[in-house]
Structures are given as C-alpha cells and as structure tokens.
C-alpha cells in the first residue's frame, strides 16, 4: 500500500493545526495551582509573628508597671509637722533654762548647791544670817515646784497637739504608695514618739529636781537646828551658882 502524498490545499491546515497546538500548551501552564503546604506554612510564620509582637507588646506594658512602681516607691512625704513638735521641745526646754536656785547647768550645780545648802559650817552664824538663808532655800524649793507643774502644764498643752498630729501622721501612713513613703511615714511616727519620750524625760528631770530641793531643804533646817540647839544649850554642863 502506497501513501499519498497531501495536496496542496491540505498544508496550510496542517501548518495553522500545527501552530495552535504550540501556543496552547503555555496557555494550559498559565492556570493557578493551590500549594496547601505552602499555604499552612505561611500561616505558621504569620502566627508565629503576631505572637512574638503580642510578647513585646507584653514586656513593654510589664516595664512600664515596673516604672511606675519605682515612680511610685521615689514619691516622698512632706514633715511640715517637724517644726511644730520642735517648737513645743524648745518651749520645755525655756522653761527647764529658766530654772532658779539650783539650774540644770552641770558645771555651775556644784557651786549652786553649796551656797544654797552649805550643810555643817565650822563658823557660827547670826540668826538674822540663819533666817536669810532659810529664806533664800525655801524660795529656790517654791521656784523649783513652780517650774515643775509650768513643765507639767506646757506637755498637758502639747497632748492635744500631738493627738492630732498622730491621726494626720496615721492616715498619711496608710496612704502610703512607695516604699519611700512607708519608710517616712514611719520616721515620722517615730519622730513623734521620740518627742512625747523626750517630753516624759524633761517632766521628770524638773520633777527630780524639785524634790532633790525640797529634801535638801529638810536637811539643811535639820542641820540648822541642830546646831542652833547645841550653841542654846553650851557645853552641856549644869550652871553651879556661887
């Protein structure tokens, strides 16, 4: 059997068949193909970026508490009570200076005291001289006494003051944020109390000295007398007439 050749009309079919069949096959490539392992691994990535973003986002509001905490823990009080329970110290303190007869001055006490109560003196004295003397010590007991209950009378005074200094310096410690304002608001409770201990220690050293006066003053009209009974009575020996 033998083959025919084409005819001539045959060939420009062929050749436009041909070529359509070529340019098909890039149009066929050009159709979109879904990857769903590449689709999954982009959406792993993506999660894995908002979840590192949400992290910082985390640090930078844990920071920001941490900062606002140390804000806080720098935050001082004000003391503009410190100057009050100072005057009402120094007000005591007036008073304690303003001491007569006996001072509370250490290096003159010494002096004050032997003028004042000389005990046994080897020299006899006028009895106007005696009752001088007598007179000038029990004025330095009264000055003490005096002294006493005006020191008695300034702390009854600061009392009322300090009660309400306690309930500010109380309600200042419980508002309290920082860790610096706790620890002033302790120092101040304590500033307080170390003002009501100094107070009980002047009360009782103008107490201590008015009693040490008074108890000098009972020994030394002890002695006085003593030694106007000996001079009354001589050498003790009965009066022989002649």
Avoid at 143 to 159: D, K, P, Y
């Amino acid at each position: 059997m033998t083959l025919r050749r084409p005819s001539r009309r045959l060939i420009p079919i062929l050749l436009v068949t041909a070529a359509a069949m070529t340019f098909a096959r890039p149009a066929c490539a050009q159709w979109a193909v879904f990857d769903s392992s590449n689709f999954a691994q982009n959406l792993l990535t993506a999660e894995r970026t908002l979840t590192q973003i949400d992290n910082q986002i985390k640090a930078l509001q844990n920071q920001a508490t941490m900062l606002s905490n140390q804000a806080k823990n720098l935050t001082s009080f004000s003391f503009p009570e410190l100057q009050q329970l100072t005057a009402t110290l120094q007000k005591i303190q007036t008073l304690l200076t303003q001491a007569q007869g006996v001072s509370f001055n250490a290096s003159s006490i010494d002096a004050e005291f032997t003028r004042l109560f000389p005990g046994q003196t080897g020299t006899a004295s006028t009895t106007s001289a005696q009752v001088a003397a007598a007179q000038t010590r029990m004025t330095a007991t009264l000055a003490a006494f005096r002294q006493t209950m005006a020191t008695q009378s300034q702390i009854a005074e600061n009392v009322s003051a300090d009660a309400a200094t306690l309930a500010t310096l109380s309600t200042r410690s419980q508002s309290s944020q920082g860790a610096l304002q706790v620890a002033q608001a302790t120092n101040q409770l304590l500033a307080l109390s170390a003002k009501q201990q100094l107070q009980i220690q002047q009360m009782a050293a103008a107490q201590g000295r008015a009693d040490a006066t008074a108890a000098a003053t009972r020994a030394q009209a002890s002695i006085d007398a003593q030694a106007a009974t000996k001079a009354f009575l001589g050498s003790g020996s009965a009066y022989t007439p002649r």
